[in-house]
């Protein structure tokens, strides 16, 4: 399985970004992809993560109403976009994947995410 996140950049606050994680080597019925971020200095937190089947999608109260997690089954591709940025969102932002999905409750857990991205760096700044 590779993960390979594309789309970040810098960008002035209040604007829109878009992250795209390309996924490639699975067949996977039930799963679980998420977005996580680590800022300098700070823990690796978990930003939004969506199942499939259920299309259930869950969301950092940092990000909720902002951010939007969705998937481009054709292309094999979880997105992120990003509205209304602010400087607290600089940092390198990684999908990952897990088969099969967290607990109910541990989806932004990273312990639970069997499969990393490299990274791509967002920098929100005037």
């Known amino acids: 399985v590779q993960l390979v996140e594309s789309g970040g950049g810098l960008v002035q606050p209040g604007t829109s970004l878009t992250l795209s994680c390309s996924i490639s080597g699975f067949a996977r019925d039930y799963w679980t992809i998420a977005w996580f971020r680590q800022a300098p200095g700070k823990d690796r937190e978990g930003v939004a993560s969506i199942t499939s089947s259920l299309g259930r999608t869950g969301y950092a109260d940092a990000v909720k109403g902002r951010f939007i997690i969705s998937t481009d089954d054709a292309a094999n591709t979880v997105l992120l976009q990003m509205n209304d940025l602010k400087p607290d969102d600089t940092a390198i932002y990684y999908c990952?994947?897990?088969?099969?999905?967290?607990?109910?409750?541990?989806?932004?857990?990273?312990?639970?995410?069997?499969?990393w991205g490299q990274g791509t760096q967002v920098t929100v700044s005037s």
């Open positions: 990952a994947a897990a088969f099969p999905p967290p607990p109910t409750g541990k989806t932004e857990d990273s312990p639970f995410y069997q499969y």
